[in-house]
């Protein structure tokens, strides 16, 4: 069954510096989606991303983050300079047109630790 | 604006009872609403999605839910419960679809499967 698939599974960070989280979403796929869960808190959307533009952010997606589908496989999500507060599991999604929110298939995560 | 709520951040039953995790919701529009599972060290698998079809949906697992909408609710059932679903649950709901069509999740109950 395709997966999406994230890399890497954890990262230790320090603070200020700049981190990429790597996904690579199911190759025919046209939707894209990042989602964040502090420790102990719900899941929370940050950005999704589509035809190669970003199409709804959250309030929390401020410009310390960005996004990019730099190769036509991979979708990055970057934050410039780290801050504590951004230690948290960082989730990856994709899903075809057409298919409605349930057809969202999620990355196992990135764990993200700043220090 | 979509919100849910899921009662009980824990929820501990017997193997072989019933499985009941409680979501109610809140929508300005008519909402989608799934229930997600997070086993482990794994990312977020979709259980079930309600998208204004049938009321009562049937998905993995065992699993099912019923859509209310007089009472805001999409709670979560599973006639008998098995070791294996001992996992987090979350309940999530989304607006009509858009080129973004972001989920809200809920906060989550961890389901403990006693033997």
């Known amino acids: 069954e395709p997966e999406v698939t994230q890399t890497p599974s954890h990262q230790v960070t320090q603070m200020g510096q700049e981190v990429i989280l790597r996904c690579v979403p199911i190759?025919?796929?046209?939707?894209f989606y990042w989602y964040r869960q502090i420790l102990g808190q719900k899941v929370e959307f940050l950005v999704s991303?589509?035809?190669?533009?970003?199409?709804?952010k959250s309030e929390i997606f401020d410009d310390q983050f960005s996004v990019e589908r730099p190769d036509g496989s991979n979708f990055t999500l970057k934050i410039r300079s780290t801050k504590l507060e951004d230690s948290a599991m960082y989730f990856c999604?994709?899903?075809?047109?057409?298919?409605?929110?349930?057809?969202?298939?999620f990355g196992s995560g990135t764990r993200l630790t700043v220090v | 604006a979509q919100s849910v709520t899921q009662l009980g951040s824990h929820v501990s039953v017997s193997e072989g009872a019933l499985v009941l995790l409680r979501c109610n919701y809140s929508?300005?529009?008519?909402?989608?609403l799934f229930w997600y599972v997070q086993y482990p060290n794994q990312g977020l698998q979709l259980l079930l999605k309600?998208?204004?079809?049938?009321?009562l949906v049937k998905g993995i697992n065992g699993f099912e839910a019923e859509f209310k909408k007089s009472e805001t609710s999409f709670h979560l059932t599973k006639p008998s419960a098995h070791m294996s679903d001992a996992a987090e649950y979350f309940c999530?709901?989304?607006?009509?679809?858009?080129?973004?069509?972001?989920?809200?999740f809920g906060e989550g109950t961890q389901l403990t499967v006693n033997p």
């Open positions: 999604a994709s899903r075809l047109a057409g298919t409605g929110v349930g057809g969202y298939t």
């Open positions: 929508s300005s529009v008519p909402p989608y």
């Open positions: 309600y998208t204004s079809a049938a009321t």
């Open positions: 190759s025919n796929h046209l939707y």
């Open positions: 999530a709901v989304s607006g009509r679809e858009t080129s973004g069509s972001r989920l809200t």
């Open positions: 991303f589509y035809n190669n533009e970003i199409s709804e």
